[in-house]
T-cell receptor, first 112, second 112 residues
């Protein structure tokens, strides 16, 4: 059974810092990995999707990498802003299943 | 293109009543997923459906809960005889196979 862990659970940083959020998974036979952000009381917004054949994806200040062999993905946020404050979740789909497994998320606060 | 639509956004029910949650997927998406999110907890998979078929309902309680995705119209998550423990945010997501999921804004169910 796939297990997904996100570290740290919470993070508070001053504006302008570069950040790394971590996601680890136990079964490396994945189809893809997706990063989301969730604002309080809202739904999930897709940030980046990495297919199993890819090593990284970039969108603006966000960069996500994937290392299947070690069962890890990182989400890099450059020059953080207060508007980046949210919970970030990773979801792993694979192991012969269409059902993604979600981590518990990293709660990020970027203060001015 | 409209994203995933969910309604109602907020639903209040008394114990013993029925709750019906609706989800309209992104146009052209044939896969729908339902998730439940409790305060301070992660996102829990409930059921995965394709048009007119339930593919995986392993995360859905055996009693009182049912889901459908008819050929025409939205997907419905139905909770009969609601109890206070059913209070949660219920999210729907849609996707093509092996592609990224798009989430709706959620329905927040409160059981009095």
């Amino acid at each position: 059974k796939q297990e997904v862990t996100q570290i740290p659970a919470a993070l508070s940083v001053p504006e302008g810092e570069n950040l790394v959020l971590n996601c680890s998974f136990t079964d490396s036979a994945i189809y893809n990995l997706q990063w989301f952000r969730q604002d309080p009381g809202k739904g999930l917004t897709s940030l980046l999707l990495i297919q199993s054949s890819q090593r990284e994806q970039t969108s603006g200040r966000l960069n996500a990498s994937l290392d299947k062999s070690s069962g890890r993905s990182t989400l890099y946020i450059a020059a953080s802003q207060p508007g980046d404050s949210a919970t970030y979740l990773c979801a792993v789909k694979g192991g012969g299943s269409y059902i993604p497994t979600f981590g518990r998320g990293t709660s990020l606060i970027v203060h001015p | 293109n409209a994203g995933v639509m969910q309604n109602p956004r907020h639903l209040v029910r008394r114990r013993g009543q029925e709750a019906r949650l609706r989800c309209s997927p992104v146009k052209g998406h044939s896969h729908v997923y339902w998730y439940r999110q409790l305060p301070e907890e992660g996102l829990k998979f409930m059921v995965y459906l394709q048009k007119e078929n339930i593919i995986d309902e392993s995360g859905m309680p055996k009693e009182r809960f049912s889901a459908e995705f008819p050929k025409e119209g939205p997907s419905i998550l139905r909770i009969q005889q609601v109890v206070r423990g059913d209070s949660a945010a219920y999210f729907c997501a849609s996707s093509p196979p092996y592609h990224e999921q798009f989430f709706g804004p959620g329905t927040r169910l409160t059981v009095l």
